[in-house]
């Protein structure tokens, strides 16, 4: 993912954009931080955002979309860098420092954030959610995960079905 | 806890796509969960998405011979379903998620002594021994997908090739023939004589003389190493080594590389599900339990 406005730094003060949560409320950032949104890039690229006009993101609350934020200024150096092949092993663990601590949260946020993610296409951040809930089912039974995910519990078919499955397939159980 | 909203299909898949590829058991859990996510897991698509991002297939483990039956060995969560098969074979070669079994009844028909078998779908494609007009010593046969230009991440179910090679009592000429799961037929004789140094072809003389190299993972340098009583994998690249099983009397090792993906029994009709046969098309039918 690279982002589009490689020559800004050199050009004194970074182009900002303005984007607006559903709920009204206005974030200004760094183009290159939006960019990592390719929903985003295009209207940036087009020169929106700039001035008093801001981007409307009817989809994302204020709080979502601040830590979507979060999220972009903190990846953005490296995603100018064109994923960073020549970044050194410090920035690199600090950026999975980073990236642990970030989604380390509640969980109904996370499943905001994977739907934000989602709509943003920000690949990086789409990734990093969906291994979190993946790491969350990791070593659960069927049962365990519906609990973790706030499943209602099962009908008494679908309790006779995984016991069934259970049976033909002890070694997932193991 | 808040269940997902209305966390649409695309996005369950995300989650599940990052579930490991070599830890099996934890997408099939995952497939226990609730029909949807058994409809996603178990579909064609997914399974496609699955292979495209994890890349490299994990050896989910090695099936060898100890005197009659054929064992599995997992180096995974993984184990293949029930099968008389294993009973009456031994492995010749894996590729691809098919395993190319020789079955070693006398009495069972020229018609079904090899066997195209799939472990995580249970499908299998019975072939018959190709017709030499002299008589072979040795010989052995290899099982690959016939598809062109196939990036081979999910062609398990697609059209395969097998390779059949053998010597004749004279041990000058090598003969080769091959079998098209599309003609369900094998080819005329191809007769050559050739030498091929395997110690250079190998570089294996590095390792000690007491170790007997007696497998090797095809694509992602394992190599599988007999030492005294004990058998390890060896990482190429890495060096690491790994101990995977003791006893004496292992041959005809072939490891089993593939993406785990649940193909359960009764797969549903929509969200396209899997063939449960290793081949398009053509007789088949599931492995005996």
Redesign the interface.
């Known amino acids: 993912m690279a982002a589009p406005e490689s020559g800004d730094g050199n050009n004194g003060a970074a182009r900002m954009v303005t984007l607006i949560s559903s709920d009204n409320t206005r974030f200004e950032v760094e183009a290159a931080a939006a960019s990592l949104s390719q929903t985003l890039q295009l209207t940036i690229l087009d020169g929106g955002g700039g001035g008093g006009d801001g981007i409307p993101l009817p989809n994302v609350d204020s709080a979502t979309l601040s830590k979507v934020l979060e999220y972009c200024i903190k990846h953005a150096p490296a995603a100018a860098n064109g994923g960073a092949p020549n970044a050194t092993a410090v920035d690199r663990a600090e950026l999975e420092r980073f990236d642990n601590e970030f989604v380390n949260i509640d969980q109904s946020v996370l499943y905001s954030l994977i739907m934000a993610a989602h709509n943003l296409e920000i690949e990086g951040l789409q990734s990093l959610v969906a291994k979190k809930v993946a790491d969350m089912i990791k070593g659960k039974s069927p049962m365990e995960i519906r609990r973790t995910l706030g499943f209602p519990d099962p009908t008494p078919e679908e309790q006779a079905e995984m016991n069934a499955h259970m049976l033909e397939y002890g070694w997932a159980y193991e | 806890?808040?269940?997902?909203?209305e966390?649409v299909d695309?996005?369950v898949e995300?989650?599940?796509?990052?579930?490991?590829p070599d830890?099996p058991?934890?997408l099939?859990?995952?497939a226990?969960?609730?029909?949807r996510w058994y409809r996603l897991i178990s579909g064609r698509r997914f399974r496609r998405r699955f292979a495209e991002l994890h890349r490299t297939a994990p050896m989910l483990g090695f099936f060898y011979c100890r005197l009659a039956p054929l064992r599995f060995v997992p180096t995974t969560?993984?184990?293949p379903p029930p099968s008389d098969l294993l009973r009456i074979s031994r492995a010749l070669d894996a590729r691809h998620g098919r395993v190319l079994l020789h079955n070693l009844f006398s009495c069972q028909l020229e018609e079904t002594k090899l066997i195209v078998w799939d472990p995580i779908t249970g499908g299998m494609r019975p072939l018959p021994m190709p017709r030499f007009r002299r008589s072979y010593t040795s010989w052995t046969a290899a099982v690959l997908c016939l598809e062109a230009g196939c990036d081979h991440l999910d062609c398990g179910g697609g059209r395969f090739l097998v390779v059949f090679v053998a010597t004749d009592e004279s041990e000058r000429f090598t003969s080769t023939c091959i079998y098209s799961s599309e003609n369900g037929a094998w080819s005329k004789l191809t007769t050559a004589i050739k030498v091929i140094d395997l110690e250079d072809a190998l570089s294996v003389r590095a390792l000690e003389a007491s170790a007997q190299v007696v497998g090797f993972a095809d694509g992602i340098g394992i190599i599988l190493v007999r030492m005294v009583d004990a058998f390890f994998t060896v990482d190429v690249k890495s060096n690491l080594v790994k101990k995977i099983a003791e006893g004496l009397d292992f041959f005809n090792v072939v490891p089993y590389l593939s993406f785990y993906t649940p193909a359960?029994?009764a797969a549903s009709s929509d969200g396209g599900p899997r063939a449960t046969a290793p081949h398009s098309g053509g007789a088949c039918r599931k492995a005996s339990r």
């Open positions: 806890m808040s269940q997902p909203p966390l695309d996005l995300e989650f599940l796509l990052r579930c490991p830890d058991a934890c099939l859990r995952a226990l969960v609730c029909k969560s993984f184990r359960l029994g």
